[in-house]
């Protein structure tokens, strides 16, 4: 299929046209293999491991962690660390580390279609 | 009322989501507000300061607002949410209270007549049982909702969903029921003698019409008692978000 990176199941994974998203939800679900975590912390997180090259606003992470929500990736709850506030947490479920594995292998044969055609200089 | 009450409430006259989904998103984004001032504050920052980092750091776009909007507007989800969103007036509550009433009442004159005794269908027992998960879930989840200490108010709607999956079990096993009982109603015309046809038919209906009629009332009933609850659920969040709005202070 045209502008798509399949899966060997042939199941479209990475849709060209909508890179930007998947981009997104993957550097999400990516951050959540390594635990639950708060809003916040997902945004402070990103910006870290990626040295300030993934900043997100808060307010354009929410439809993201949502959508996610809602598609059975992630799952959110509300808990008390202890102190007076309580948090919202997210979680990766099990659809969501499948998902995850695909779309890292789907990623890396991206990047060496990507790197087919612009040359391996400076990789 | 919180600090960031006034980003907040921007953010709250532009979502356009049906209740009680609006107030879910907005308590959410409260909180992280709130984690975010905190981070800034450990930093170094005084407190306004931190405040004006935190509010630049929260950011919503009109394109994420309507983002978020097309995620939550949509689906099975976003119709429940619109219809446990009715938070009604006294009236509204009124007749909830006597449909309950009537349902249960209807029940009691169903299982109590001597037909059904002598005639009950074996489905009607996974719905008994259905009937049961369904009350014991709601007598735990008012606990929760109507109780004041320790409850919080972003746990309260969670596992409601399990009221409509009773109801629409309890649909499920009468349809089977019906599909059951009407297969050994022919098979049994082909292979007994004619003359028991009438038998055969009178106690068929018995059992069928009794089974549906308890597998409709367990459905409306749990349907009821989930729009009941997710309706007391959703003004506690609202008051919850005037609180921290200060709407009307």
Same mark, same amino acid.
């Given at each position: 299929?045209?502008?798509?990176?399949?899966?060997?199941?042939?199941?479209?994974?990475?849709?060209?046209?909508?890179?930007?998203?998947?981009?997104?939800?993957?550097?999400?679900?990516?951050?959540?293999?390594?635990?639950?975590?708060?809003?916040?912390?997902?945004?402070?997180?990103?910006?870290?491991?990626?040295?300030?090259?993934?900043?997100?606003?808060?307010?354009?992470?929410?439809?993201?962690?949502?959508?996610?929500?809602?598609?059975?990736?992630?799952?959110?709850?509300?808990?008390?660390?202890?102190?007076?506030?309580?948090?919202?947490?997210?979680?990766?479920?099990?659809?969501?580390?499948?998902?995850?594995?695909?779309?890292?292998?789907?990623?890396?044969?991206?990047?060496?279609?990507?790197?087919?055609?612009?040359?391996?200089?400076?990789? | 009322?919180?600090? &960031?009450?006034?980003?907040?409430?921007?953010?709250?006259?532009?979502?356009?989501?049906?209740?009680?989904? @609006?107030?879910?998103?907005?308590?959410?984004?409260?909180?992280?507000?709130?984690?975010?001032?905190?981070?800034?504050?450990?930093?170094?920052?005084? %407190?306004?300061? !931190?405040?004006?980092? !935190?509010? %630049?750091? =929260?950011?919503?776009?009109?394109? $994420?607002?309507?983002?978020?909007?097309?995620?939550?507007?949509?689906?099975?989800?976003?119709?429940?949410?619109?219809?446990?969103?009715?938070?009604? /007036?006294?009236?509204?509550?009124?007749?909830?209270?006597?449909?309950?009433?009537? %349902?249960?009442?209807?029940?009691?004159?169903?299982?109590?007549?001597?037909? &059904?005794?002598?005639?009950?269908?074996?489905? +009607?027992?996974?719905?008994?049982?259905?009937?049961?998960?369904?009350? $014991? #879930?709601?007598?735990?989840?008012?606990?929760?909702?109507?109780?004041?200490?320790?409850? /919080?108010? *972003?746990?309260?709607?969670?596992?409601? *969903?399990?009221?409509?999956?009773?109801? *629409?079990?309890?649909?499920? +096993?009468?349809?089977? *029921?019906?599909? #059951?009982?009407?297969?050994?109603?022919? @098979?049994?015309?082909?292979?007994? !003698?004619?003359?028991?046809? =009438?038998?055969? &038919?009178?106690?068929?209906?018995?059992?069928?019409?009794?089974?549906?009629?308890?597998?409709?009332?367990?459905?409306?009933?749990?349907?009821?008692?989930? #729009?009941?609850?997710?309706?007391?659920? !959703?003004?506690?969040?609202?008051?919850?978000?005037?609180?921290?709005?200060?709407?009307?202070?």
């Amino acid at each position: 299929m045209k502008g798509m990176v399949q899966e060997p199941q042939g199941q479209p994974v990475l849709d060209i046209q909508s890179l930007s998203r998947t981009c997104n939800e993957t550097l999400i679900l990516a951050t959540l293999a390594s635990g639950p975590h708060h809003g916040y912390q997902l945004v402070l997180e990103l910006e870290q491991k990626s040295d300030g090259v993934f900043r997100f606003k808060h307010g354009t992470l929410y439809p993201i962690l949502h959508k996610l929500e809602k598609e059975g990736l992630i799952e959110g709850d509300w808990l008390d660390d202890g102190s007076k506030r309580k948090r919202k947490s997210y979680r990766l479920t099990t659809s969501g580390r499948q998902r995850l594995e695909a779309r890292r292998s789907a990623w890396s044969d991206f990047f060496d279609r990507f790197f087919n055609v612009v040359g391996e200089e400076g990789r | 009322m919180s600090r &960031f009450a006034d980003v907040l409430n921007q953010v709250w006259d532009r979502l356009e989501i049906p209740e009680p989904s @609006r107030t879910r998103i907005v308590l959410e984004m409260a909180s992280d507000l709130e984690d975010s001032y905190q981070y800034y504050l450990d930093q170094g920052h005084d %407190e306004t300061e !931190a405040m004006r980092l !935190a509010k %630049e750091a =929260f950011g919503t776009s009109e394109e $994420a607002l309507r983002h978020l909007t097309k995620v939550h507007a949509s689906g099975i989800g976003g119709m429940a949410d619109r219809v446990a969103g009715q938070v009604g /007036h006294i009236g509204a509550g009124a007749l909830m209270l006597v449909l309950v009433v009537f %349902e249960i009442w209807l029940a009691a004159v169903v299982l109590t007549e001597e037909a &059904f005794r002598v005639y009950v269908s074996p489905f +009607v027992w996974p719905i008994a049982g259905l009937a049961l998960l369904a009350f $014991a #879930f709601t007598i735990w989840k008012m606990v929760q909702i109507f109780s004041r200490s320790g409850r /919080h108010i *972003g746990r309260l709607r969670s596992g409601l *969903g399990v009221l409509l999956f009773c109801s *629409g079990a309890s649909l499920a +096993v009468s349809m089977c *029921g019906l599909f #059951f009982h009407l297969q050994r109603f022919f @098979r049994l015309n082909f292979e007994q !003698a004619p003359e028991s046809l =009438f038998m055969n &038919f009178a106690g068929w209906m018995v059992s069928m019409s009794s089974m549906m009629t308890i597998g409709l009332l367990v459905a409306v009933l749990a349907a009821l008692v989930w #729009f009941v609850l997710s309706s007391a659920v !959703a003004r506690a969040e609202r008051r919850e978000m005037e609180t921290l709005l200060a709407v009307g202070s």
